[in-house]
């Protein structure tokens, strides 16, 4: 048998034998494409499950990175709302301790005029919440406003100083002249003053609180001269239909009622 | 026999792996078989090479000068012992 040296298993490399199956594979394809592309469809196939998988896998990674970037920034925002949170928080005890200070009771005003009444505010608080009939209501900048005339479980009725027929002891200028203010209705307040007095325009009205507590200004005197008094104008300090928060407080009103009970005389 | 071992995995990662693995191995083995990486080129060619793309075998060509290069570098390897 006669033997070719081109074709020994020893000049053969694997790259040879690598090249003659890529022809071969080559040759199959040309010459017959259906057998060739019915042996090779699952191997491609499974080719394509394998690409997906590692493109799956790598993405996976890349959703991690994200979803670390959305971390951090959500927990620096946790960070800053802790922050915030417990400045408010400082903010809520401040305010609490202020009220606690004022001894009175906060309530927002519900309705003013023209809702309510002329002169009458309607506020949210009642007995339920610790209101008195009598109490005191003030203003911003401690003015004081009314009083507590009617009295719900959670609704109170303030009348305002300036409500016809409604009076009160005070002071006015800075001699503290007393004289009693009257209410003109409307929100207006007016007193009579001996013409002696010397009161003028802007001299401060006050009236008797913890302390005295300024209410008004002077804004014109009106005067007779066959008259020893002359009749003040006043403006109350605040617009009393424009208020939105009341503090309700008692200057003294229950001790008043405890001295008139124990003193009304007795019938035998 | 690892370099046949090599060559097989070079032609099954030519269906199955991304591609520059496929790259990567055929230029590793061509140190040892310079005639892998034209093979590798005709078998991808075979399997991927449709005339509506392009009208060159890009594969074919890129793994003939693979091989040239490869048949270069060792020739000038003297006194090497990768082809013993």
């Known amino acids: ?268 | 026999m690892m370099r046949g071992l090599f060559t097989l995995i070079a032609f099954i990662s030519t269906v199955l792996f991304p591609w520059p693995l496929t790259v990567l191995l055929t230029l590793g083995v061509s140190l040892y078989e310079p005639l892998v990486p034209l093979a590798i080129g005709i078998f991808a060619d075979t399997l991927y090479y449709t005339p509506q793309v392009g009208v060159l075998p890009l594969f074919t060509i890129y793994g003939l000068i693979a091989a040239v290069i490869a048949f270069f570098v060792r020739s000038r390897l003297k006194t090497s012992i990768i082809g013993r």
């Open chain 1, 1 to 268: 048998m006669k033997r070719n040296a081109l074709l020994s298993s020893a000049n053969l490399s694997w790259g040879t034998l690598a090249l003659a199956l890529a022809v071969l594979f080559l040759l199959v394809r040309l010459l017959a494409p259906n057998f060739f592309w019915y042996a090779f469809t699952p191997a491609l196939r499974a080719g394509d499950a394998l690409a997906q998988m590692s493109h799956t896998f790598l993405s996976s990674f890349d959703n991690a990175a994200t979803l670390a970037l959305q971390n951090e920034k959500l927990s620096q925002e946790n960070a800053a709302l802790t922050i915030e949170n417990e400045a408010l928080l400082e903010k809520t005890n401040s305010v609490s301790q202020l009220g606690a200070n004022s001894q009175g009771i906060t309530a927002g005003v519900v309705a003013r005029p023209p809702e309510s009444p002329y002169d009458t505010l309607v506020v949210a608080a009642g007995s339920e919440g610790g209101v008195t009939l009598g109490e005191e209501a003030f203003g911003e900048g401690n003015v004081p406003l009314g009083t507590v005339t009617s009295l719900l479980a959670h609704i109170s009725r303030i009348t305002l100083f300036s409500a016809p027929g409604a009076s009160l002891l005070g002071w006015v200028g800075p001699t503290h002249v007393p004289l009693i203010i009257k209410g003109g209705g409307a929100g207006t307040l007016s007193a009579s003053v001996p013409r002696s007095a010397g009161v003028t325009v802007n001299d401060v009205v006050s009236v008797p609180g913890p302390g005295s507590l300024p209410i008004a200004t002077v804004v014109r005197i009106d005067s007779d001269p066959s008259s020893p008094s002359v009749t003040l104008r006043i403006q109350p300090s605040l617009n009393l239909f424009s208020v939105t928060w009341v503090v309700l407080r008692d200057t003294g009103i229950t001790l008043q009622n405890a001295f008139s009970t124990t003193t009304t005389p007795t019938k035998p």
